[in-house]
């Protein structure tokens, strides 16, 4: 595995190996992460790239809407290219800030797609994260310039957001979704689990159990009642905890014909945690 850490020497290096699957990440990996570089080396020999898994580890301060996020955010580069390495990812793209955003070169914000900006969720919640979101990703993209893009299923609504941006900007590359990864007891992995106090991981639980309440639900409504009660037993007030249209995110079609997703975003202690589950209407 080859380590990069500038445009320069990754665009020799990319142009010696050819077409690859790229995994963007801020480093600060776990399972969840080994998981999508596995898919994306998959794909890679599936597909017959030969540039196989690029990953990026590069934490974009733009996406932060607090800078004290931003400072505390987990620097680990050692164990993030041990685990890249050992998960069988063949480069990785490690640039400082000034190589993914040159002095005194405009590095443009892209349009934002509606699930950007209309659902009121995490655009409600996080103004401007998904403007830096877009900004990096792109720019990401046209150093990398993957066949295919690994992103995983736990940021529902990035997930969204990327898949749209790059449909409208008619982008040549095609997203590709990683289900979310658990710890055994249920708690969706996450960079920021290292936070929580022993209780508060505990606590973190009721997010799980609230998306298992709201599969027994016969409408949206109901869903919704169902997963604050259970977070309200524990405590946990959710920023929000709805069910929406899976790829609008938009308050879900009256005719139940569209796939929806059921999705919660809340404050454990002192760490915001998000986690989604598909859900459908249970038949009564």
């Not at 931003?70 to 793209?93: H, I, N, Q, W």
């Not at 990035?158 to 590359?173: C, D, E, F, G, K």
């Not at 929580?196 to 606590?203: E, G, I, K």
Request: charged share 20%; hydrophobic share 45%; glycine share 6%.
């Amino acid at each position: 595995m080859r380590i990069t850490t500038t445009c320069d020497q990754l665009s020799t290096d990319l142009a010696k190996a050819g077409p690859c699957v790229f995994v963007p990440t801020m480093g600060a990996l776990h399972a969840g992460h080994a998981a999508l570089i596995r898919r994306g080396v998959e794909l890679a020999r599936e597909r017959e790239l030969s540039g196989g898994c690029v990953v990026s580890i590069f934490v974009n301060p733009s996406q932060f809407n607090d800078p004290a996020d931003f400072a505390r955010y987990p620097k680990t580069f050692e164990a993030d290219a041990a685990m890249c390495e050992a998960a069988g990812a063949s480069l990785v793209f490690a640039p400082g800030v000034d190589d993914v955003y040159p002095p005194g070169v405009e590095i443009a914000t892209p349009p934002l797609p509606a699930v950007a900006a209309g659902p009121g969720l995490e655009d409600a919640f996080r103004p401007g994260h998904f403007a830096g979101v877009c900004r990096v990703v792109k720019r990401l993209f046209e150093i990398v310039r993957p066949v295919a893009s690994v992103f995983g299923e736990k940021d529902w609504q990035q997930l969204q957001v990327i898949t749209a941006m790059v449909r409208n900007l008619s982008m040549p590359i095609e997203i590709i979704p990683g289900p979310t990864v658990r710890e055994d007891d249920g708690l969706a992995m996450s960079s920021r689990n290292r936070f929580l106090t022993p209780a508060d991981r505990v606590r973190a639980l009721a997010l799980r159990r609230a998306l298992h309440a709201a599969q027994s639900a016969s409408t949206p409504a109901d869903a919704q009642a169902a997963m604050t009660s259970v977070l309200a037993a524990d405590s946990i007030v959710a920023d929000y905890a709805v069910v929406r249209d899976a790829q609008t995110l938009l308050a879900p079609d009256p005719s139940g014909a569209r796939p929806h997703r059921a999705l919660i975003t809340a404050r454990v202690g002192s760490v915001r945690l998000l986690d989604n589950a598909a859900w459908a209407p249970r038949s009564v």
